[in-house]
């Protein structure tokens, strides 16, 4: 057991009973120790000096899905369609710019993917036009654009279809995917699906929930694990 590698991951931050609660949910936790990692959550405490010897324990970083982020993070003001009750934004913020600054792996979901993108100056499009086609849960095609990491994630290469589901209303700009950022796969209507880094560092951030898939979950968190291992004999 000692010698697994050990995944931090972030928490929303909900109202339960008038109080602020971390919570997240199971099957981020359980696909993380389903690949042979160790999950470790950890609190949104905006506090640099935490955040550090945090990852000092940290072998790789999941970054999990949940609600928008303040537009403001990238220098925009919010959409109508922009939801605005994201609680305690500032540590997520704090904590993925923290992460980058590191050589570890690191997969984010959703909400992870956009906020890899945010806190290396990219974009977001707040407002999908057809948004109703990428929300509660709907499945669509996708395609694989360049090969890196989530191409050999998936075992195929660039050029290759698959299925994802789809659970936002915002997404990566294509114009600005961040610094570093390059974009691996696009929805069907050419929305970004997965951005990534280039090179031998595993920094992949998807828009869609592999957690909640039992075809995908298991391709995506073994090469998560295998490469946070990797980084953990190079500690």
Do not use: W
């Not at 506090?47 to 928008?68: C, M, Q, S, W, Y």
């Amino acid at each position: 057991m000692k010698n697994r590698p050990v995944i931090l991951l972030n928490m929303a931050v909900d109202i339960i009973d008038n109080r602020e609660n971390d919570v997240i949910i199971s099957q981020y936790v359980q696909r993380v120790a389903d690949s042979g990692a160790v999950p470790m959550l950890i609190p949104s405490i905006e506090n640099p000096e935490i955040i550090d010897t945090l990852l000092d324990f940290a072998d790789g970083v999941l970054l999990i899905g949940g609600r928008d982020y303040d537009p403001a993070d990238y220098g925009e003001t919010p959409h109508p369609e922009t939801v605005m009750n994201r609680l305690r934004p500032h540590f997520d913020i704090a904590f993925g710019k923290a992460v980058l600054a590191r050589q570890m792996p690191v997969l984010g979901i959703c909400g992870g993917c956009q906020l890899l993108s945010i806190v290396s100056g990219g974009k977001l499009i707040q407002h999908l036009d057809n948004a109703s086609e990428h929300r509660n849960g709907v499945t669509h095609q996708a395609l694989i654009t360049r090969n890196g990491f989530f191409s050999k994630a998936l075992g195929k290469s660039a050029g290759y279809k698959f299925t994802v589901n789809s659970f936002h209303h915002q997404a990566v700009s294509p114009a600005a995917p961040g610094n570093g950022f390059h974009i691996a796969a696009r929805a069907f209507d050419g929305s970004v699906e997965a951005v990534e880094f280039s090179g031998d560092r595993m920094v992949l951030g998807v828009q869609f929930h592999p957690e909640r898939m039992d075809d995908l979950a298991p391709l995506f968190f073994s090469l998560f694990c295998s490469e946070a291992e990797k980084f953990k004999a190079l500690k």
